[in-house]
């Protein structure tokens, strides 16, 4: 089956640096976009950043712009997400996603993502 495994999350102080990983499995990675999303305490899960299949496009929400960076490598069936500067307002649960979309190389920036990790807990203090 389908399984997507994040990790690297951790506790960092503010102004800090970590580097998430997500490893799939049970699929054939290079058909399909993937996503990062994260949901804070008491709020609702929101879009991080995604990339289509070949990496060749990304998207990120405005507030990350400049800080983290999406990137995959479809020889290790993984995504990343390097985030840098972190701030307090970063701490969430983060989840990878994937996406099946066969032969188009486009983004989702929504949720309708087809699979989804457990998530890994990115905790910044001040």
């Known amino acids: 089956q389908v399984q997507l495994v994040e990790s690297g999350g951790g506790l960092v102080q503010a102004g800090g640096s970590l580097r998430l990983s997500c490893a799939a499995s049970?699929?054939?990675?290079?058909?399909?976009?993937m996503g990062w999303f994260r949901q804070a305490p008491g709020k609702a899960r929101e879009f991080v950043a995604a990339?289509?299949?070949?990496?060749?496009?990304?998207d990120y929400v405005d507030s990350i712009k400049g800080r983290f960076t999406i990137s995959r490598d479809n020889a290790e069936n993984s995504v990343y997400l390097e985030m840098n500067s972190l701030k307090p307002e970063d701490t969430a649960i983060y989840y990878c996603?994937?996406?099946?979309?066969?032969?188009?190389?486009?983004?989702?920036?929504?949720?309708?993502?087809?699979?989804w990790g457990q998530g890994t807990q990115v905790t910044v203090s001040s």
């Open positions: 049970g699929l054939t990675f290079r058909l399909y976009a």
């Open positions: 996603a994937a996406n099946y979309v066969a032969g188009v190389d486009r983004t989702l920036t929504t949720q309708n993502y087809d699979y």
């Open positions: 990339i289509s299949r070949s990496g060749s496009r990304t």
